[in-house]
């Protein structure tokens, strides 16, 4: 199939996950707000995770080699995709350690955050991941305008929701802090959620602390790549956007689990 052929039928793929993903996402919200099955809700992050692992991650492109010749670009970007999935691995135990820490913390209760405010945030997240797999899928057909245009908009939306993180849940800039909180139905003077604020504080600030990093990390990454494809070091053999845009995606895949973790499992405290 040529890559005329592929363009919109990977496009049109990348959609479909995206549709599947939202869905389960409202899914997982309405779950939480009706009768908040801890069951459900943990099958669903996992399905949600399992999509994007397979289309957006490249799980299936992990064998893809010419083990006849170690000097062809395939071979190359198959190790080169080993290495990255070893350290993707590598640093997940550290998110599995946190997820750990906050079960043994918290147990079946959870901090007392906003559930429309972390549906919200949660959104633009899966909405940036939508972007830069039309970013990837663009550039990988020849559209260098296309890669571009899309990896600015994942950009846009990745750094959205750091702030959002940040300055809105983090409570850090009070005067911005507050009145979004109250659009999203938060009670006035509710006391603010502080590191100090027992365990609920210190698993909230850990977990959405490392996860700010791995974004803010992640922002640069596209930040580099997006200024490498303006100037057209790039073409279809694009394994460094490959890498960013996996690196972006296991950001997303770990947000599908912190999510429910602290805005919708158990009661909140």
């Not at 080699?65 to 999935?85: C, F, I, V």
């Not at 663009?138 to 959002?164: C, D």
Request: no cysteine; net charge neutral; hydrophobic share 55%.
């Amino acid at each position: 199939m040529s890559n005329k052929q592929q363009h919109p039928n990977l496009l049109t793929q990348g959609v479909f996950i995206f549709v599947y993903l939202a869905v389960l996402t409202a899914l997982e919200f309405f779950v939480a707000v009706t009768f908040n099955s801890v069951v459900i809700l943990v099958a669903v992050a996992l399905v949600k995770a399992a999509l994007v692992l397979w289309y957006y991650m490249h799980v299936n492109k992990l064998s893809e080699s010419d083990e006849s010749n170690h000097e062809a670009y395939a071979y190359k970007s198959g190790t080169n995709r080993l290495g990255l999935w070893l350290f993707l691995v590598s640093d997940s135990f550290v998110f599995g350690g946190l997820m750990v820490m906050r079960l043994s913390l918290l147990g079946m209760t959870r901090p007392d955050l906003s559930q429309t405010l972390g549906f919200f945030v949660t959104a633009v997240l899966l909405i940036s991941s939508f972007f830069m797999n039309r970013g990837e899928v663009e550039l990988h057909n020849g559209n260098r305008q296309g890669f571009l245009r899309n990896t600015m908009v994942t950009f846009v939306l990745g750094l959205f929701f750091l702030l959002g993180v940040i300055l809105v849940e983090w409570h850090t800039v009070p005067a911005i802090a507050e009145p979004i909180l109250h659009l999203f139905g938060e009670p006035e003077g509710k006391p603010l959620l502080k590191a100090s604020s027992g365990p609920a504080g210190a698993a909230f600030f850990m977990m959405t602390g490392m996860h700010a990093f791995h974004v803010l990390t992640g922002l640069i990454l596209l930040l580099i790549i997006w200024v490498n494809g303006k100037k057209g070091l790039y073409d279809e053999k694009q394994y460094p956007v490959e890498a960013a845009a996996v690196y972006w995606h296991f950001i997303d895949v770990v947000w599908i689990f912190f999510y429910p973790a602290l805005y919708l499992i158990g009661t909140a405290v």
